[in-house]
């Protein structure tokens, strides 16, 4: 069912992107000093 894929990979992205959101800022952080 293409619907439920759709779902479970829009949830998908939702729950990485706090993931890459801490990630980017630390690449940041490291970058900076």
Not at 4 to 30: D, M
Request: charged share 30%; proline share 3%.
């Amino acid at each position: 069912d293409l619907k439920a894929f759709e779902r479970r990979l829009t949830e998908y992205i939702h729950c990485l992107q706090p993931a890459t959101g801490r990630w980017r800022s630390k690449f940041l952080n490291v970058s900076l000093k």
